[in-house]
């Protein structure tokens, strides 16, 4: 059975002039998500603790996509969802 994710969401960074670099990799950004959601159940974004392990991912694949090196400090420090509908 198919189903259906509608997300809206905002992203927090940690200086204001690193938002154009989250920019930058917006499209392997949405990539990387939809691999990951492809492999995660219904079961495990209806919870909050579901949605908590998702919001935790998000950050990881912003940060690891945006940062130069792996020593580089994080950019991206929070995701906040305004929308999150799994039908």
């Not at 392997?28 to 603790?49: G, I, P, Y």
């Amino acid at each position: 059975k198919q189903h259906y994710l509608n997300v809206s969401m905002s992203i927090e960074v940690a200086d204001e002039p690193l938002a154009a670099q989250v920019k930058e990799v917006q499209a392997k950004f949405m990539d990387a998500l939809l691999r990951h959601l492809s492999n995660t159940t219904v079961d495990e974004l209806a919870t909050v603790q579901g949605r908590f392990i998702l919001r935790s991912k998000i950050v990881g694949i912003l940060n690891e996509l945006t940062r130069k090196n792996k020593t580089d400090p994080s950019i991206v420090t929070n995701v906040y969802f305004s929308e999150f509908l799994v039908q």
